[in-house]
């Protein structure tokens, strides 16, 4: 077994088998979510959403980010959000 592999998220180092990542839409709704256990770095989880770095940038440009997160805050704050539609606009349309 490779040694657990980390990450910092604000003052706490946590294993990153226990992390999410979420991309975030420009309001402020999570728009997607990849495992950090699968993909252990901010490259990768894009990669796992879109499938051209063309899209990607798109997303930056349209305000998208990429936040790490533990699965625990994912649960308790992130999933229900995940099951509603976005209501406060209509993306990729224009792109
Ligand atoms: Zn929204």
């Known amino acids: 077994m490779a040694a657990p592999r980390t990450a910092r998220i604000g003052a706490v180092t946590v294993p990153l088998d226990k992390c999410d990542w979420v991309l975030w839409r420009k309001c402020g709704c999570p728009r997607g979510v990849a495992a950090a256990a699968d993909v252990p770095t901010e490259d990768k989880a894009w990669k ?25 805050r994912w649960c308790a704050e992130v999933a229900g ?10 993306d990729g349309g224009a792109s």
């Open 48 to 72: 796992t959403l879109y499938a051209r770095w063309k899209d990607i940038a798109h997303a930056i440009r349209r305000g998208e980010h990429m936040e790490l997160m533990t699965h625990e």
């Open 81 to 90: 959000q995940m099951l509603a539609c976005c209501t406060h606009e209509q």
